[in-house]
């Protein structure tokens, strides 16, 4: 026989080979120890939503439920037809928990209106419906018709799913037990999916809207319902760029027949549209044990992942609420082992352990009354040391608020500049934006968030500031503030604040290294954020720049937990675009939505960094 494969391609074909394997036998679990029931269960309007049960055949005990609602659909459909597995990893499947995955109201199979994070009721009466008020009337169902149950529900999803696990904690049904919100969706316009600090994120809206925002009749199943756009050009900055403008790209592909794209261009501010769909303020007299789980690298929901445990927090004092936050892409944490991301090893199953010591314990313990779950209130894992820590708090109490000056020459000091009269300046073009990642790509990564940024420190249009090679280990954790002093001479303009380990000359590189990466040198992206200048003093009221004047800008970025090692380097990079992730500010003050192709404009920016204008980066620093 020849050996012909070996190496990386090997290990990719023999991986691929037994995860076909792996979902054969659980696909044949599923059938051996589930039987399956379809229901139209009535809400207290009349309308009803599609549910899937699968209930033990082993009728010997009694079993909790273990429920998911999801626009996405719950296919298969067909009590003959069976998902290939149940939960959100096979420990859970091997458990036993009766399993029910539902069509939230107005989706696939289910009956009524759909309403993208639908806000919550302010009426009364058996009319005013919302979703919590689905999730109670669903519980109650399940726990009157399905035998062998024990009383105890709980509830968990990842994104959107995970919107909904959220919104069944405000007046939840009393047998919901446990509740563990994933990456939840939690607020459009600040921070998840759609925009970041007022700005569209233009990939993510435009891709995921392209078919799930396309209307369709009901009922309908997935092989009969829209597909998704066909892409004419496979470079995706190139797509984007050539389209000119937003508002091209909507009259271009879907006119007036996509609701929600139509809703983005009729509130271009933070108004009633937006914070009516803020589930945070509702979240309180929380009940149910909630853990709230999430990736430091999601690039879709980060933001709501730690608003809503800190919500929580705020909002019910004493509440049985936990975090796990680890170094995750969207899903990550039963989507793959956790041992790497992108470039970055971490040197541990990070995904294994929060499964074997987090989810599966959750829910045995608070559903079954089984085993022993005594986490920290914080679970965190911190990159760069490669560790797991336990807080009891979240930000941690055990931290120095520092300031990362800027300073001239590209310098980056925890000490305050002296000079008077320094600034960096250069010019932004819109018509030349800065990419949000090195290479071609046909639509937006999920690795973008951790990946190298040499490329962009290039570019004359990004500004970058680093430290020294560090004396020690710097540990930063908890949320970090960008402190801008700027001036343009347009009347708006975008900031986007980038912080980032740099990697020393002699880091060796990977081995086996199948894309012959150079680790040397390497800028790991730690976080980034966007922020739109006309929004600097408030989302609800913009404001546009004065030409040529000194301007605070100051806006919050998601939460870390890096610790740069020594040897290591500080880096801040700062830029006016990042595209085509986040739509391109015409640098003009006006509704950008309405932007055509000629309202683009080059504008020259200052970045200020002396003695009465400090630039600089507040962060947390964890005490040794």
Do not use: C
Request: hydrophobic fraction near 35%; aromatic fraction near 14%; proline fraction near 8%.
């Amino acid at each position: 026989m020849i050996n012909f494969l070996k190496g990386p391609a090997f290990i990719f074909l023999l991986g691929a080979f037994l995860n076909v394997r792996a979902q054969e036998t659980d696909s044949a679990y599923v059938r051996s120890h589930y039987t399956k029931i379809e229901r139209q269960i009535p809400m207290r309007d009349g309308v009803k939503l599609f549910t899937s049960i699968y209930i033990p055949k082993d009728q010997s005990k009694k079993y909790p439920f273990l429920m998911t609602r999801t626009p996405y659909t719950v296919a298969p459909y067909g009590e003959g037809k069976y998902k290939t597995s149940l939960g959100t990893f096979p420990a859970l499947m091997r458990e036993g928990f009766i399993f029910v995955y539902q069509d939230v109201r107005g989706r696939w199979m289910s009956e009524g209106t759909f309403e993208d994070i639908r806000p919550q009721t302010t009426q009364k009466g058996n009319k005013a419906i919302d979703e919590s008020t689905d999730t109670y009337d669903t519980i109650d169902w399940l726990i009157k018709n399905v035998q062998h149950n024990n009383g105890n529900v709980g509830i968990s999803g990842i994104s959107y799913p995970g919107f909904y696990s959220t919104t069944s904690l405000p007046n939840a049904h009393p047998a919901l037990k446990a509740v563990s919100p994933q990456a939840p969706v939690t607020d459009w316009f600040l921070g998840d999916d759609f925009h970041h600090r007022g700005v569209l994120f233009l990939m993510d809206a435009f891709s995921f809207m392209s078919s799930f925002g396309v209307p369709r009749p009901q009922p309908i199943t997935p092989e009969k319902g829209p597909k998704g756009l066909v892409f004419p050009i496979k470079d995706n900055y190139r797509f984007y760029l050539e389209a000119g403008s937003v508002k091209n790209l909507k009259d271009r592909y879907f006119a007036d027949s996509i609701r929600f794209w139509n809703n983005l261009f009729k509130h271009p501010n933070l108004d009633t549209f937006w914070k009516s769909r803020v589930i945070l303020p509702h979240l309180k007299n929380v009940r149910p044990a909630v853990m709230v789980v999430g990736g430091f690298f999601d690039a879709e929901d980060a933001y709501g992942t730690f608003a809503t445990y800190k919500a929580i927090e705020k909002q019910n004092p004493g509440a049985n609420n936990i975090l796990v936050a680890g170094p995750w892409f969207h899903g990550g944490w039963v989507r793959s082992d956790g041992s790497f991301f992108g470039d970055i090893q971490f040197g541990q199953a990070t995904s294994t352990y929060y499964q074997e010591n987090f989810e599966l314990p959750f829910f045995k313990y608070y559903l079954k009354g089984e085993g022993t779950f005594n986490p920290a209130e914080a679970n965190i894992f911190v990159t760069g040391s490669n560790s797991w820590k336990k807080f009891k708090s979240w930000p941690p109490a055990e931290t120095e608020t520092r300031n990362l000056y800027l300073q001239p020459n590209g310098k980056l000091s925890f000490t305050k500049v002296g000079l008077t009269d320094s600034w960096d300046e250069y010019v932004s073009d819109p018509a030349h934006p800065v990419p949000y990642q090195d290479g071609i790509q046909t639509k937006r990564t999920r690795e973008y968030m951790i990946d190298d940024q040499r490329f962009a420190a290039r570019r004359p249009d990004v500004k970058t500031y680093q430290t020294d090679a560090l004396a020690e280990d710097i540990t930063l954790t908890g949320p970090i503030l960008a402190n801008l002093v700027v001036s343009t001479t347009g009347t708006d303009a975008d900031y986007v604040v980038k912080l980032i380990d740099v990697y020393p000359e002699n880091e060796p590189d990977p081995n086996p290294n199948p894309k012959n990466l150079i680790m040397g040198g390497y800028q790991m992206l730690v976080r980034g954020e966007i922020m739109r200048g006309k929004y600097r003093n408030s989302f609800e009221k913009p404001e546009p720049f004065i030409p040529g004047q000194i301007t605070k800008v100051n806006y919050p970025l998601p939460d870390i937990a890096h610790t740069f090692k020594k040897g290591h380097k500080i880096m801040i990079q700062i830029q006016n675009t990042w595209f085509p992730l986040a739509d391109r500010n015409p640098q003009k003050f006006m509704d950008t939505y309405q932007a055509q192709p000629q309202d683009f404009q080059k504008a020259t920016h200052r970045i200020y960094h002396d003695v009465n204008n400090s630039s600089y980066i507040t962060v947390s620093q964890l005490k040794p």
